[in-house]
């Protein structure tokens, strides 16, 4: 079965330094893998998604993400974070074929310092 | 078009209530999800739907139930709530198309509390 992994919990950056998220993932096939954000009351947000070809993708925002095959990781960056970023941040892995299932890593919340 | 609607936004029961969450859509998708959220886990998969008339177990479906009677809407079922039910209930949506994958779309959430 899949699972991820979002090893930090909390993150606290000050406004206008950069950002990574980290995301580790486990699946036995090549994986979809997705960011999504949730501001504080709200649903959740597509950031960017992966699925194949060029292993850095672009999101909205100014987000982008890298997949590493050889570390099963897919990280978030921002290379300059705003006040507005703050919130909790998730990455999913997908099961194609079955319902297009997501699997959801626990989440990483971000504080931004003004 | 609304995108992703859930009813009620927040309900307090008490332990052996029951309830019925709502989620309604306006994109014509065909696939529909519940999620729960609790703090530190994520979105747990609890049911999901391929189409109207069928339903399927995700990840934790232990203590609910769901029905597709129409496309649009996704029905959540509590029979007798607990309170390791209380948390935050997402319900997302989806479009199909053979052999790609389709962006989930979600609503603002149900915030459960049972006590």
């Known amino acids: 079965a899949q699972s991820v992994t979002q090893p930090d919990i909390h993150i606290t950056v000050s406004e206008g330094a950069s950002l990574e998220l980290r995301c580790n993932y486990s699946?036995?096939?090549?994986?979809?893998l997705f960011w999504y954000v949730q501001s504080p009351g709200q649903g959740l947000q597509l950031l960017l998604k992966?699925?194949?070809?060029?292993?850095l993708v672009q999101g909205i925002k100014g987000f982008e993400a890298e997949f590493k095959r050889s570390q099963s990781s897919f990280n978030l960056r921002k290379p300059s974070v705003h006040w507005s970023d703050a919130a909790e941040y998730f990455c999913?892995?997908?099961?194609?074929?079955?319902?297009?299932?997501?699997?959801f890593g626990g989440g990483t919340r971000l504080m931004v310092k003004p | 078009n609304a995108g992703v609607t859930q009813t009620p936004k927040f309900r307090v029961l008490k332990t052996g209530q029951s309830m019925t969450l709502l989620c309604a859509q306006d994109m014509n998708h065909e696939y529909m999800y519940w999620y729960r959220q609790d703090p530190g886990m994520g979105l747990r998969l609890i049911h999901y739907?391929?189409?109207?008339?069928?339903?399927a177990k995700g990840e934790v479906p232990d203590g609910y139930n769901v029905s597709r009677l129409k496309k649009q809407n996704f029905l959540l079922g509590l029979e007798s709530a607990a309170p390791s039910q209380t948390s935050v209930y997402f319900c997302?949506?989806?479009?199909?198309?053979?052999?790609?994958?389709?962006?989930?779309?979600f609503g603002p959430g149900t915030r459960l509390l049972v006590l």
């Open positions: 997302a949506s989806s479009s199909s198309t053979s052999g790609m994958w389709e962006t989930q779309y």
């Open positions: 999913a892995v997908g099961v194609p074929n079955a319902g297009n299932m997501l699997t």
């Open positions: 739907s391929v189409g109207e008339g069928t339903t």
């Open positions: 992966y699925f194949s070809g060029d292993t």
């Open positions: 699946y036995g096939a090549t994986p979809y």
